[in-house]
DNA sequence: ATAATGCCTGGAGTTTACTCCAAGTCAAGA
DNA sequence: TCTTGACTTGGAGTAAACTCCAGGCATTAT
């Protein structure tokens, strides 16, 4: 495949595409004799895996580390289980996180609802803002 | 209270606090004759809407429209609502996303876990990375 | 009185993750 | 053959959110 129809699919620009192959948060790419990239089912498999972890904010550095131990073969399945553990880690805590602001905000717009109604905003107890 | 107890209330740096202050992400702070800031409990809420919001990658643009918003009086409860809605609306993509992305690790983690019992590394059906 | 400590401001510097660009190569169509 | 368009590389530039620093005032301790 192109990289052409990778960015397509998984709507990257080219340069995200080459910027993530250069600094080895995806392995290398086989080029043709043209010396134009050819994505494997195998390189969309990474390409697919970076665009994941990105999504929840696992750092560059984290997924270059990953790759890196793949590349190094069966001896590191213990490394890179201890590598994604870590990430699972963080990911829960961003999640704990983001559930924690989502019910302030379900809070708040149902105090806003209730100001729109009545024309006086009013908060339980403590108040926020 | 002092800039350095809502640091070590919030884990913020001063410097973060005041960067803060200085661009609106929180109103502005009053100060002792000696110019010192002096935060009040309202401020406090303020800071920790600000932290709050922060946590789950709510833009600074997006808080400073609501600071203004609220300065702005009684006659923009519609407006600060439909920014909260709009908010609320990519914190719960961004946290639909942070599932996906664990579950995914979830089973990762299984599959090493069960490689470095077996000794081999496999993949349900079309494989991961 | 003086030294230390803490806070102040304005502005420059840093980090992360892209994003853009110039100059060049290559394959396909007119 | 010539042009067009997509792709290549290496390197410079950008955006968001801090983070650091110099030079200066003010309160507290000795």
New interface residues.
């Given amino acids: 495949m192109t990289i052409r129809e990778i960015c397509e699919k998984y709507g990257l620009t080219a340069d995200t595409l080459r910027y993530y192959e250069r600094i080895g948060v995806i392995p290398t790419v086989n080029r043709t004799k043209g010396g134009i990239r050819n994505y494997t089912e195998?390189d969309v498999?990474?390409v697919?895996?970076a665009v994941?972890?990105r999504?929840?904010?696992?750092p560059m550095e984290k997924l270059i580390e990953y790759v890196k131990l793949?590349q190094e073969g069966?001896s590191t399945?213990?490394a890179?289980?201890d590598l994604?553990?870590e990430?699972?880690e963080e990911?829960?805590e961003?999640?704990d996180?983001?559930?924690?602001?989502?019910e302030?905000?379900?809070y708040?717009?149902s105090r806003?609802?209730e100001?729109?109604k009545t024309?006086v905003?009013s908060w339980d107890s403590e108040?926020?803002?």
Avoid: H, P
Avoid at 55 to 58: E, F, L, N
């Fill in positions: 195998e498999k990474w697919e895996n994941c972890m999504s929840a904010g696992v793949c069966d399945f213990q890179r289980r994604l553990a990430v699972r990911v829960q961003q999640l996180r983001y559930k924690t602001t989502m302030r905000l379900n708040k717009i806003y609802d100001a729109i024309g905003l108040g926020c803002k």
